[in-house]
């Protein structure tokens, strides 16, 4: 990781609507699903869910490969395993900056009498 979440973006910004979260957490739950199934498992319509995939195919969040006449889509879980491992470096960071603090203001506090 180079050190910035700027890399994804499309991630947060893919992540940010609800109705893309359920369709993320749908396919992953199922495995694989079309615009159709997900359609009639969520109360989203076929175009808005077209819509939403390939949103979430531009943040490489999901793949797709054509079945026939449909497009059928599945979680890339790599892309969100390095976002995780990105936040995560972040937040040690965080930890670490902290500790630190705590460590000075303890030292610097004055002596309880």
């Known amino acids: 990781m180079n050190g910035s979440l700027d890399q994804f973006e499309?991630?947060?910004?893919a992540l940010a609507d609800p109705s893309r979260r359920a369709?993320?957490?749908r396919l992953a739950r199922d495995g694989k699903g079309t615009a159709t199934t997900l359609s009639a498992e969520l109360p989203i319509s076929r175009q808005?869910?077209?819509?939403?995939?390939?949103?979430?195919?531009?943040?490489k969040l999901?793949?797709?490969?054509?079945?026939?006449?449909?497009?059928l889509y599945?979680?890339?879980?790599?892309?969100l395993a390095a976002?995780?491992?990105a936040l995560e470096t972040i937040a040690h960071s965080w930890d670490r900056?902290?500790?630190?603090?705590k460590r000075i203001a303890e030292e610097t506090a004055p002596?309880?009498?």
């Open 62 to 71: 999901v793949e797709s490969r054509r079945e026939g006449r449909e497009v």
């Open 48 to 59: 808005a869910i077209a819509k939403h995939l390939a949103q979430l195919d531009r943040a």
């Open 97 to 101: 900056a902290l500790a630190a603090l």
């Open 10 to 13: 499309e991630v947060f910004v």
């Open 111 to 113: 002596p309880n009498h």
């Open 83 to 85: 976002t995780a491992e």
């Open 74 to 79: 599945s979680v890339r879980p790599d892309r």
């Open 23 to 25: 369709v993320l957490e």
